[in-house]
């Protein structure tokens, strides 16, 4: 309870600052009524869904909307916080209080103006995060994008030269709310025509149920060569409250059944060869392996069992920490990791070829995109579907196709 007046407070105190940009530009009281009107019904929904909610009871869609409503008012009035009481502080080490609180004389009136200009300025920059996510949540969570990258590699086997892989991470069927865009998103990933399909984790936000709505639409995924996947972390079913171990255990068999039903060939800490022309690759899968208190039930060691060490290798984990961790250092050389989890924290600024930032880069060294060390790749796809906020804000969701090319000796 007490969390919950700090809360309240702290909300009412940025709502009432944030208002007086709006009054200081507009003195429409019906516009005043709306804004405290839209205020109380996303902070009301708010307390509603969370007030006594606990995570091990699972995260509804509706839980989702109420946190994304809040964030949307919550963020641009921030943005009008920080401005408005920067220019308050400006104005008492400028002209002093004693001049700043007159009213009425010559000062007061040039104060009058500047704060007035202020607080348009404010006003439309706050306007610019406040559409960004209505955006991200009407239309953001399904902008699917296609991301296209070309690697190369001193000892890719000839016969695999141009080799396509498709990669998806982090579908979260829980989260749909729009079996149409899934479908688009399944057909588009069709339309790539790559030689194999790698899913890397996170099927589910708890539950196997969630995706039995939408088994038959993935069913449609096809490849020449096939569909491999791996567990995530929230494949585990460890984040909500069970009636008993055993059901938590049939709810991952579940799962399995799933995904063997859609025509993926799940790697638990185990490898594929793919051959063509009595050459090689190897599909190698670990279940999840990350740091910060979430599982680590990835075996490297076991998963390259009577692999050789000279065969081309493609590790499929999903939690891009595992990489730096144990993967780039290990005697065995993994030419292309394949990672997911991070969502690019699903917020975010991309401008391809130049610049790219979220904060989610303060928690994962390797967040988005292609990272190369020692030699090695790690491609950390920022996701398919999207969980807690039903939206995506300049991280878009991605499936990710990459072409393996061999080096020419000449290059």
């Known amino acids: 309870m007490i969390r919950w007046l700090i809360f309240l407070v702290i909300f009412g105190v940025i709502d ?9 530009v507009t003195k429409n009281n019906w516009i005043h009524l709306v804004y405290w009107l839209i205020s109380l019904m996303v902070i009301g929904n708010f307390v509603y869904h969370y007030y006594g909610f606990s995570r091990s009871d699972g995260f509804s869609q509706s839980h989702g909307y109420a946190f994304a409503f809040l964030i949307t008012i919550m963020v641009p009035k921030l943005v009008l916080l920080t401005i408005m009481i920067g220019e308050d502080v400006w104005r008492v080490f400028s002209f002093g209080l004693k001049n700043d609180i007159r009213i009425g004389t010559e000062n007061g009136g040039s104060l009058d103006s500047r704060r007035r200009f202020l607080s348009q300025i404010a006003l439309s920059l706050a306007a610019i995060p406040f559409a960004s996510f209505l955006y991200g949540i009407s239309r953001g969570k399904y902008n699917f994008r ?28 829980g989260s749909f709310d729009n079996p149409s865009k899934v479908d688009y998103a399944i057909d588009l990933i069709n339309s790539q025509k790559s030689d194999v399909l790698l899913f890397t984790g996170d099927m589910v936000n708890n539950r196997a ?8 639409m993935f069913k449609k995924l096809e490849t020449k060569d096939g569909m491999y996947s791996i567990l995530g972390n929230h494949d585990y079913g460890d984040y909500i409250r069970w009636e008993s171990e055993d059901a938590k255990k049939k709810n991952l068999e579940d799962l399995k059944i799933i995904q063997k039903d859609i025509g993926f060939d799940l790697l638990l800490n185990e490898h594929r060869y793919i051959e063509r022309d009595g050459q090689r690759l190897a599909i190698v899968g670990v279940e999840n392996w990350g740091k ?26 999903h939690d891009p920490s ?47 995109g292609i990272y190369e060390k020692f ?4 491609n950390v796809n920022r996701g398919f579907g999207y969980l807690a906020f039903p939206g995506r804000v300049g991280i878009w969701p991605e499936i990710s196709v990459i072409e393996l090319k061999k080096r020419s000796k000449e290059a």
């Open 16 to 24: 009432l600052y944030a208002f007086q940009a709006l009054k200081t």
């Open 146 to 173: 296609v991301l296209n990258y070309t690697l190369y590699f001193d000892d890719l086997p000839d016969a695999f030269d141009g080799y396509r892989l498709t990669q998806i991470s982090d579908i979260h069927s």
């Open 209 to 216: 149920e969630e995706m039995e709505p939408y088994v038959e």
């Open 292 to 317: 910060g208190g979430f599982k680590k039930a990835g075996d490297l060691k076991k998963a390259v069992e009577s692999i050789d060490k000279d065969d081309f290798k493609i590790l499929l984990s």
């Open 322 to 368: 595992h990489w730096e961790a144990e993967v780039v250092d290990d005697d065995y050389h993994f030419h292309l990791t394949l990672s997911g989890h991070t969502h690019g924290m699903q917020f975010g600024i991309e401008i391809p070829g130049l610049f790219k930032w979220s904060p989610v880069k303060w928690r994962y060294k390797q967040w988005a």
């Open 375 to 378: 030699g090695q790749y790690i």
